[in-house]
């Protein structure tokens, strides 16, 4: 029971908006959230790529592998307002300037490799003019259904943006080591909490 109160007493001051110092709440929630699901949708992705038609998950994985896709896509968005409408946490004073312009460079790849990996995943889905469904609670139409061609294309672009997404997400998990380990600041621990 303690650690419970404890556990809550730490969210209570956690700050739920970002600010100049830190990233608040909310923006650290969303990381995490998303990173953990890419990588899991990156694994499951090649492991149905090992099934044949005859294994039960066959016809299981698809359907979380788009549902949580569609997620991504919902939390990207949610981010990306988020970002706007939130404080610019400042880069910290012992960052070098090609530094901070390479993690620019960096976050608004990974944003536009998000972005392409989302709609090449829904334009393989709805090529044959099917919706795509999320968790079955409601279900993305067809825009654009021009049948084998666009599966192949978008099949060809979902595989290699999420193999550059979670390639340049290794790069950026090792600059955030590097900034930790080496250079001994607070790059990482901004966001993993609110106080540091």
């Known amino acids: 029971m303690i650690i419970i109160q404890e ?9 739920i908006y970002n600010t100049k ?5 909310i923006t650290i929630l ?3 959230i998303m990173a953990i699901i890419i990588i899991g949708l990156f694994i499951l992705g090649k492991y149905m790529l090992s099934l044949d038609y005859y294994d039960s998950f066959y016809h299981i994985g698809p359907w979380w592998h788009k549902s949580f896709g569609l997620l991504i896509l919902f939390l990207l968005i949610l981010r990306l307002i988020w970002k706007t409408t939130n404080p610019k946490v400042k880069p910290l004073p012992n960052n070098k ?21 989302c709609m090449s995943g829904v334009l393989i889905s709805t090529a044959e003019d099917a919706g795509v469904s999320f968790f079955d609670i409601l279900e993305l139409p067809a825009f ?6 666009q599966a192949e294309l978008a099949g060809e672009i979902h595989e290699y943006s999420t193999l550059a997404l979670i390639l340049l997400a290794a790069l950026h ?3 955030a080591f590097k900034h930790h380990f080496i250079d001994k600041d ?5 966001i993993l909490t609110t106080k540091t």
Do not use: D, V
Request: aromatic residues 12%; contains cysteine.
């Open 173 to 175: 998990l090792l600059a």
């Open 7 to 15: 556990i809550w007493c730490r969210i209570q001051y956690m700050k």
């Open 30 to 32: 969303i990381h995490w």
């Open 97 to 117: 300037l090609h530094e901070i312009k390479l993690a620019k460079t960096m976050q608004y790849l990974l944003y536009i490799l998000m972005i392409i990996c």
């Open 21 to 25: 110092e830190n990233f608040g709440l």
């Open 186 to 190: 607070k790059t990482l621990l901004r």
């Open 144 to 149: 654009i259904a021009n049948g084998e061609s």
